[in-house]
């Protein structure tokens, strides 16, 4: 079935620190890939996206390779700041069937925080 | 341009009770999705709605039930209520035309079951 698995937190770094959240997936086919970020006390936004195999999101620094022989989304950032601070989860799009427009299927998140 | 909206945004219930949600889809879309994500959790998918029907749905019991109306708004419903219930319920909306663009998500409303 399809799943999603992303490295274990919470990942603590200081401003301007290099970010690296890994994220594998096991699906049937080529799913569409995503990036969603959670404030405290929100809901979810969308940071990047890719839908195909090559594929690089990116969005307010953060990037995302989707990479189809390693099967990987891993997002990563140059530089993090204080305002970077929140959950971060991986998602894939399941295919569309039955009339559905196919469902996201989550990974458990990562909890980021960053020192000033 | 107003996003989705959720209400309510917190809601205390007793085991055993039931429970409406709301969710008003942003402007121009036409399908509603609902999650349930647990403390620490991510979300998990309950079921969407368009053009008034069910259309797909997750691994979640009868107990969980919903609506779609005419203006493409949405209800959860929820069903003698379990303390594993609590949760946050979040609702996303989209279009049939699905440009895999990613769902538009609401703030969520907060579940308390006690």
């Known amino acids: 079935g399809n799943s999603v698995t992303q490295m274990e937190g919470p990942v603590t770094l200081s401003e301007e620190a290099f970010l690296t959240i890994n994220c594998t997936y096991t699906?049937?086919?080529?799913?569409?890939l995503f990036w969603y970020v959670q404030y405290p006390g929100e809901g979810l936004q969308l940071l990047l996206k890719?839908?195909?195999?090559?594929d690089k999101g990116s969005n307010k620094g953060f990037e995302a390779t989707y990479r189809k022989e390693t099967t990987s989304f891993h997002l990563e950032k140059g530089s993090v700041q204080v305002s970077d601070s929140a959950v971060y989860f991986c998602?894939?799009?399941?295919?569309?069937?039955?009339?559905?427009?196919?469902?996201?299927?989550f990974g458990k998140g990562t909890k980021l925080s960053v020192k000033p | 341009d107003a996003g989705v909206t959720q209400s309510p945004t917190h809601l205390i219930k007793t085991r055993g009770q039931q429970v409406t949600l709301r969710c008003s889809p942003k402007?121009?879309?036409?399908?509603v999705s609902w999650y349930q994500q647990a403390l620490g959790q991510g979300p998990q998918f309950i079921f969407q709605?368009?053009?008034?029907?069910?259309?797909q749905r997750g691994n979640f019991p009868d107990r969980f039930s919903g609506h779609q109306f005419p203006n493409y708004s949405s209800e959860l419903n929820v069903n003698a209520l379990l303390l594993g219930d609590s949760a946050l319920y979040l609702c996303?909306?989209?279009?049939?035309?699905?440009?895999?663009?990613?769902?538009?998500f609401g703030s969520g409303t907060r579940l308390t079951v006690v």
């Open positions: 998602a894939l799009l399941t295919g569309n069937y039955g009339g559905s427009q196919g469902n996201l299927i």
């Open positions: 890719a839908t195909k195999a090559d």
């Open positions: 996303a909306s989209s279009h049939r035309s699905w440009t895999a663009s990613g769902y538009t």
């Open positions: 699906a049937t086919g080529y799913p569409s």
């Open positions: 402007s121009g879309h036409d399908t």
């Open positions: 709605y368009y053009e008034e029907e069910e259309r």
